[in-house]
């Protein structure tokens, strides 16, 4: 049961997003049409946001991870060097 309503799924919220798509780009085309331009320059940074935070979490988890074995490297080279 599990399974069919996760294909169920799978397969209608393609669809459910194109639909916001068309209706999304519609309502920016009347908008700009209009003069209004406030309303596509928040899409436009909404779709900024989305496509650089997973850039910069990545960078964010690379530094992390480069400072973090910078560090324990350094401190067992000292332990050798005591020991």
């Known amino acids: 049961m599990k399974r069919a309503l996760l294909l169920v799924f799978s397969v209608l919220t393609p669809l459910i997003n ?3 798509c068309a209706m999304c780009r519609t ?3 009347n908008n700009v049409s209009a003069g209004e331009t406030s ?8 779709i900024m946001f989305l496509f650089f ?3 910069i979490v990545v960078f964010i988890l ?9 560090t ?9 060097l005591k020991g």
């Open 18 to 20: 194109w639909a916001q």
């Open 27 to 29: 309502q920016i085309k």
């Open 39 to 46: 309303m596509a320059e928040g899409l436009n940074n909404g």
């Open 53 to 55: 935070t997973p850039y």
């Open 62 to 70: 690379i530094f992390l991870w480069f400072k973090y074995s910078k």
């Open 72 to 80: 324990t490297k350094s401190v067992s080279l000292i332990e050798r």
